[in-house]
């Protein structure tokens, strides 16, 4: 039995996940509470957010002198640095943790929530990717469920309500293909950052959109399906639908198809992680745009180009192989993107680097929290040493 | 708990969804058990299928002397008539009916086995749009589950499952739009016999097959959804959809949209009947064609035209109308298309005569068995009167 209103710990607030969950506490004042919150350099909005919301501890990790100066003087009561992230993720008054930063920073204070016996309502993906065994060990040994909130998997979660996990025979993650999914081959050479971040159908931060483009992001995602949803790799396929409107699908054993779809929006899959296992009734609001299935007049699907986009590949090879490999991956990728947005290496040599990389990389077995976040900083070392080489 | 065998009574075993209940129980022999069988004419399969499924109990609902004395012959243990039916349908032994004769045959014994606590996998259309009312009555003052056996009903069942009934915003039954779905207006008067038995997508009977040109067939499964998922008829729509690969949709309140999917196939549906809560595994059998969807390559969607298609309109009229209209539309539907069917009325005086028949009929509420079945009889008298205004 639910009780209202639920508690949330919010990690992350300013960003695009952060305040779209914002609106939904907003639009659902009697179901949700907000109980703690963090962010990292966007003070003044991290300012307003606690004016709005009233939550009992603020936490600012701020990553510049800056910024951290202007948290002091708007935020005097708000906690900084790490301290600050894990007081607010394992908040005694949180029944749940929106886990909405992004990069590294969000394990630490996941596995602490988890440990603290929170629901977790998780949209960081190197969470999953890099520490999917810790995460879901931990999480079945307190027995507390996590939620993902992404559309994809949000899609994949909803397919399965009322199904037995044994009944699956396949999880079909669809991907838009991004931007270059018909250029020709001997183009991708000569693909500009510009390029790379016209995304067709999602608008998202730079490095996301890198991902997106190179597919690496719908790699990350087969990693997490795997511990998501405890199904071997060789059950997991992507299909390529460049509409975004179904958002992903999962074949049954007996031959049925379950599939998700509405117009690309966050809300729904935070709505879900929210209210499970009830839904929120925002007919007729502004939230959700209606889909208009005359208006989207046609969906298509097509198979994965597979030596188009080697980063998936790389990623998914990083996943089987397992250890540290996942974390080497997302280490060498957040490096290599970094490179190519400012201009020092091309598109096609990010995929270089990471396999550059992930050859040199000496996995370790059921790593613990360290070692995947040596592992990820050991990957970056080693891009900044090879990158000239494919600059 | 279900234990096994599951035990059923199988009525109409002869026929399209009877035959492949069989296959069925024929692929699963260990979970599935036959325990009483009907037909009607089809004397010589049924005596195969009591050799092959040695039933208990047999019953031919002979409908000419000819198949009677067949029966006689090649059955001798069989019941005949009326109190076969009931007996077969209410087998102390059987734990599910699996009611798939075609027209009102099966509604009294449909009762009979609610009545006995059977549950009921339910795959005749006049049932639910006749008795609706009675028949789901009856299921929840016993507490026995019915489950759809069609395409669009199971796929709406299917996307409910882990879902409350208070969230749905909005069912969408797809159609394929049969064969007249792109005809000019002004070409329909002229329709074929041999044209409107052409449907795009489904092979099927004749009467079936015409009421999918006409769309008779949509808007009987509009009443039907208003009677299985207990939802108003403003909650529910169609959308055209030509790849019957979508067999339907719910819109939940949140915005999330669920869907079916598989290549035609009824045998998904029987499964989804038979096994529920579990699902059967059949994959790499060769009862499910797997869907490729590159294959499939694309999906198209599109309002219903409804000026073309005015027997759905009628239908969902009858529906929303309730009493005995929906008997009087059956009724109508089924000797206006038998007309047609020998070439003595046109493809657009089906509707015509249909209206006519519902602008006459004197409804009665809430009506008993006998009133619905009158009702029905009396629209075909009135059909017979007045057809050669339309001829």
Same mark, same amino acid.
């Given at each position: 039995?639910?009780?209202?209103?639920?508690?949330?710990?919010?990690?992350?607030?300013?960003?695009?996940?952060?305040?779209?969950?914002?609106?939904?506490?907003?639009?659902?004042?009697?179901?949700?509470?907000?109980?703690?919150?963090?962010?990292?350099?966007?003070?003044?909005?991290?300012?307003?957010?606690?004016?709005?919301?009233?939550?009992?501890?603020?936490?600012?990790?701020?990553?510049?002198?800056?910024?951290?100066?202007?948290?002091?003087?708007?935020?005097?009561?708000?906690?900084?640095?790490?301290?600050?992230?894990?007081?607010?993720?394992?908040?005694?008054?949180?029944?749940?943790?929106?886990?909405?930063?992004?990069?590294?920073?969000?394990?630490?204070?996941?596995?602490?929530?988890?440990?603290?016996?929170?629901?977790?309502?998780?949209?960081?993906?190197?969470?999953?990717?890099?520490?999917?065994?810790?995460?879901?060990?931990?999480?079945?040994?307190?027995?507390?469920?996590?939620?993902?909130?992404?559309?994809?998997?949000?899609?994949?979660?909803?397919?399965?309500?009322?199904?037995?996990?044994?009944?699956?025979?396949?999880?079909?993650?669809?991907?838009?293909?991004?931007?270059?999914?018909?250029?020709?081959?001997?183009?991708?050479?000569?693909?500009?950052?510009?390029?790379?971040?016209?995304?067709?159908? =999602?608008?998202?931060?730079?490095?996301?959109?890198?991902?997106?483009?190179?597919?690496?992001?719908?790699?990350?995602?087969?990693?997490?399906?795997?511990?998501?949803?405890?199904?071997?790799?060789?059950?997991?396929?992507?299909?390529?639908?460049?509409?975004?409107?179904?958002?992903?699908?999962?074949?049954?054993?007996?031959?049925?198809?379950?599939?998700?779809?509405?117009?690309?929006?966050?809300?729904?899959?935070?709505?879900?992680?929210?209210?499970?296992?009830?839904?929120?009734?925002?007919?007729?609001?502004?939230?959700?745009?209606?889909?208009?299935?005359?208006?989207?007049?046609?969906?298509?699907?097509?198979?994965?180009?597979?030596?188009?986009?080697?980063?998936?590949?790389?990623?998914?090879?990083?996943?089987?192989?397992?250890?540290?490999?996942?974390?080497?991956?997302?280490?060498?990728?957040?490096?290599?993107?970094?490179?190519?947005?400012?201009?020092?290496?091309?598109?096609?040599?990010?995929?270089?680097?990471?396999?550059?990389?992930?050859?040199?990389?000496?996995?370790?077995?059921?790593?613990?929290?360290?070692?995947?976040?040596?592992?990820?900083?050991?990957?970056?070392?080693?891009?900044?040493?090879? =990158?000239?080489?494919?600059?």
């Amino acid at each position: 039995m639910t009780t209202f209103p639920k508690r949330i710990a919010l990690l992350g607030s300013t960003g695009s996940i952060g305040r779209q969950t914002l609106d939904v506490v907003r639009k659902f004042p009697e179901q949700f509470q907000i109980v703690s919150i963090a962010a990292r350099s966007n003070v003044e909005l991290l300012a307003q957010q606690v004016q709005e919301f009233r939550p009992e501890l603020v936490a600012c990790y701020a990553d510049t002198p800056e910024s951290e100066e202007k948290a002091r003087l708007l935020l005097p009561d708000a906690l900084l640095g790490d301290q600050g992230l894990l007081a607010v993720a394992t908040h005694v008054d949180a029944d749940i943790l929106v886990a909405a930063t992004s990069g590294l920073v969000g394990l630490k204070p996941t596995l602490a929530a988890i440990g603290a016996g929170k629901a977790i309502a998780l949209a960081n993906k190197e969470t999953l990717v890099m520490a999917g065994h810790l995460v879901t060990q931990a999480a079945q040994r307190v027995g507390v469920p996590i939620f993902p909130i992404d559309s994809e998997h949000s899609a994949i979660w909803q397919c399965l309500r009322g199904e037995e996990n044994k009944n699956i025979h396949r999880l079909l993650i669809t991907a838009s293909g991004g931007p270059f999914r018909k250029t020709p081959l001997d183009e991708l050479k000569d693909v500009t950052v510009s390029q790379a971040l016209a995304h067709p159908t =999602w608008h998202m931060g730079p490095k996301i959109t890198i991902d997106s483009a190179t597919l690496m992001n719908k790699g990350l995602e087969v990693i997490e399906s795997r511990w998501l949803f405890q199904v071997p790799y060789e059950s997991i396929d992507v299909v390529v639908h460049p509409e975004s409107i179904v958002h992903s699908m999962v074949e049954m054993v007996d031959g049925s198809i379950k599939m998700q779809a509405s117009l690309p929006s966050m809300h729904i899959p935070i709505m879900n992680a929210l209210s499970y296992p009830d839904r929120l009734d925002v007919s007729g609001s502004h939230l959700i745009r209606e889909l208009r299935w005359s208006e989207v007049a046609s969906l298509h699907f097509e198979d994965l180009d597979l030596p188009r986009f080697p980063c998936f590949r790389l990623a998914v090879e990083a996943g089987k192989r397992g250890g540290t490999y996942p974390c080497a991956l997302v280490g060498a990728d957040e490096e290599a993107v970094d490179l190519f947005l400012h201009g020092h290496i091309s598109y096609l040599a990010i995929a270089e680097l990471i396999e550059a990389v992930l050859e040199r990389h000496q996995s370790v077995d059921q790593p613990d929290v360290a070692a995947t976040l040596d592992a990820c900083a050991s990957a970056r070392r080693t891009v900044r040493e090879l =990158w000239k080489k494919y600059a």
